[in-house]
């Protein structure tokens, strides 16, 4: 271990045990939040996104109220900010974005992708996005309205893409099996 | 709560930055510019008092949108951006 790891696990050792002897968290709710960290991922977002293709009922539900949809697939979601779920149609097309820092929706959809914090996509994705989103392969028709969303304060927002033609019949996980972080980042759509 | 659904709002051009240490939420791009407001999305602490651990106040959120062009060149018309943005940062438009 190198001089500044040391002093790293010294300083996150001090701190920890800091917290605790002042009550102000304990050591089984740190375990707890490391294993509900270690816990989300993309897999989590694609669940309600197949979910929500395949059930009416749970698809009104997630537009509604993100946070009590994961809840319903039990995605843990206490302490994180409440999540708005935003719905692709045929005419218009989600980008999600924080230009101000990297708010994302780690509860459903787990550490970002490292280029969602990159200053590139942050600028870019509010001045150019459809020159932005050709650059990750998206070429959307004149008609299709881009709306991006820019993600700057209590709200974590994902997207809910179109289900893809070719996949009638699919059962839940063979949908879910198909759905990409991109997809409900909105840089990219849901391919069969 | 004091803008409904529908209500044309100004972005306060205004640049606390200029003045000493702040935190702001409101993006840069869209200080002075007009929008419509899309919803109330609930009462949050302000993140401009939170961030210097001072007492702070509960503060009606707001998603608004903004039409792409005129704000950007290179966006097409009928894009547009949406956006969160405290009470406090708007004004009838």
Known sequence: MSAMQDADARLLRAVTALLTQKGVTSADEIAERMRLTDAASPGQG????ARAWLDPEYRALMLADGTRAAEALGIPMRGAPPLGVLENTADLHHLVVCTLCSCYPRAVLGYPPFWFKSAAYRARAVRDPRGLLADFGTHLADSVRVRVVDST????????PLRPAGTEGWD???????????????TTQVAP | MTFAAGARVRVRDDWPETRGPCHIRTPHYLRGRTGVVVRHLGDFPNPEDLAFARPAERRPLYHVRFAQPPIWHEGHEGDDVQVEIFEHWLEDA
Not at chain 1, 46 to 49: D, L, P, Q, S, T
Not at chain 1, 153 to 160: G, H, P
Not at chain 1, 174 to 186: K, Q, S
């Open chain 1, 46 to 49: 694609a669940r309600m996104v």
């Open chain 1, 153 to 160: 304060a209590d709200y974590r927002w994902m997207v809910l």
């Open chain 1, 172 to 186: 839940e996980a063979r949908l879910a099996a198909i759905v990409r972080e991109g997809d409900m980042i909105g």
